[in-house]
């Protein structure tokens, strides 16, 4: 795809449709996001759902520069990710994670539970 010059790359998805039915339903738990609403590769990440999960009291920090505020608004996004992920489906991850890599862990508790 070419936008004013510029050549857009996506990113392969040859893996992530693999993980469809766990996609499903973490995406909606953790994000509230439906699949069939968003684009997932099998680059994406965690913390690209970052501001999906910015608590609703959030109170942005007055005192801080526009990139320090920004940067604090991710921060509380993962942290809030990290703990209902690890609440949900108590597995350790950290924002920078790939999707695909949560997912797998995720089926190998799944397995492991109903083997």
């Known amino acids: 795809m070419e936008f004013e010059g510029k050549t857009i790359v996506m990113a392969d998805t040859d893996f992530i449709g693999d993980y469809d039915d766990i996609a499903r339903e973490f995406l909606k738990t953790v994000f509230d996001i439906e699949l069939d609403e968003c684009l997932i590769t099998d680059e994406s990440a965690l913390s690209d759902f970052s501001t999906c999960c910015i608590p609703e009291n959030y109170v942005e920090p007055e005192d801080l520069t526009r990139q320090e505020r920004l940067e604090h608004l991710y921060k509380t996004g993962d942290a809030e990710m990290i703990k209902l992920i690890k609440e949900k ?8 994670d790939y999707l695909i890599t949560v997912f797998e862990k995720i089926r190998k508790i799944n397995t492991t539970v109903y083997n």
């Open 89 to 96: 489906y108590d597995i350790d991850v950290d924002p920078h």
